[in-house]
């Protein structure tokens, strides 16, 4: 649908729900503004109930001057919204200039208005329109931009894992299940495994503190706890294996996550070339097989190696291996 007809509807239903307003919801609105006209100089903050119909009647006002409103991307907040997947009580909320006129957040009053939802919100009286050029300035936002204004917190850190987890799956040929450039159902994603995220990030930290030019980067650490915490590993049992890779410590010489340590160290660069996806392949394999073999032969540390070209499923606990089978 060509992008004009995309903004024609929206507004033609965000107008459609300004009009649905109260003498209640107008006095509302007009209270608002007042109050930011007497907090010039001396901007206040308070949490309000911003309804569908308040948030249409100070979009059709803020959109009078702000000409680089992206319609699409107010259709895909309204999409997170009617999900059910936007968070009340968020730190990103709107502002009032000291005239009473909106100073941002426009996008989000329009999704607000479209979904029909209300959400409790931090508002701003009483902002100096000299800021105006460095808040809400059209930067188109990306998915953990939106999940971000939606309450999750280190967004940007959990995208990045879940990325590294999508990478994985994909390598290991499982279904991803999420459409790339599809921004509510990836915003959907980050909320939905928040928590397991939160955890990748902090086994990440954990994994570095008192260790000197760690093995593996932080962020990487994060990436490889979050596949293993997605498929079902035992907590103790990611802390556990990133600190004995970061301590180069292991059970013995043979021990497939040693087997793994040396060939993933002999092919760094500058000596060589391995991507880090690839590693955690590699790793991923050694794990499995440490689950049923503390000691590997040539045979064993050939398998562990192919799992630099070809992912093995992350599962916990692994599958047995096939009846009769020897290294």
């Known amino acids: 649908m060509p992008r004009e007809n995309i903004a024609d509807q929206l507004v033609a239903k965000i107008v459609s729900v300004s009009e649905q307003a109260t003498d209640k919801d107008r006095e509302l609105v007009a209270e608002w503004k007042a109050k930011a006209v007497a907090s010039a100089g001396n901007p206040v903050q308070a949490w309000v109930d911003m309804t569908p119909v308040c948030a249409a009647l100070l979009f059709i006002e ?5 000409r680089d409103w992206d319609a699409p991307y107010t259709g895909r907040i309204a999409s997170v919204m009617l999900a059910g997947y936007w968070r009340n009580h968020s730190p990103q909320g709107y ?3 000291n005239d009473g006129t909106p100073a941002d957040g426009r996008h989000r009053l329009g999704g607000q208005a479209v979904s029909g939802i209300t ?3 931090s508002m701003t009286f009483g902002v100096d329109k000299e800021i105006a050029g460095v808040i809400d300035n059209g930067k188109i936002r990306k998915p953990p931009d939106i999940a971000a204004l939606a309450g999750v917190a280190d967004a940007d850190d959990k995208m990045a894992v879940l990325n590294g987890i999508w990478t994985y799956e994909k390598k290991a040929k499982m279904p991803v299940g999420v459409i790339k450039g599809n921004t509510p159902e990836i915003v959907r994603e980050i909320q939905d495994n928040d928590a397991l995220l939160t955890r990748a990030l902090e086994i990440g930290r954990l994994s570095i503190q008192d260790i000197s030019g760690a093995w593996i980067k932080e962020k990487d650490a994060a990436k490889l706890a979050g596949v293993l915490l997605k498929h079902g590993w035992p907590e103790d049992q990611v802390i556990d294996t990133l600190d004995s890779l970061q301590r180069a410590e292991f059970p ?3 021990h497939p996550l040693a087997v793994a340590y040396r060939y993933i160290s002999d092919h760094r660069k500058p000596l060589d070339v391995i991507e880090k996806e690839n590693e955690r392949g590699v790793l ?3 794990l ?3 689950l049923t073999r503390q000691t590997v032969t040539p045979r064993g540390k050939a398998e562990i190696v192919m ?3 070809h992912a ?4 916990y606990p692994a599958p047995p291996p096939p009846r009769g089978f020897a290294d």
């Open 62 to 66: 803020a959109n009078q001057y702000n």
């Open 95 to 97: 502002s009032l200039f």
């Open 119 to 121: 959400v409790i919100v």
């Open 252 to 254: 013995g010489d043979n």
């Open 284 to 286: 991923v394999k050694a």
């Open 288 to 290: 499995l097989m440490s």
């Open 307 to 309: 799992g630099e070209k």
């Open 312 to 315: 093995p499923v992350p599962t």
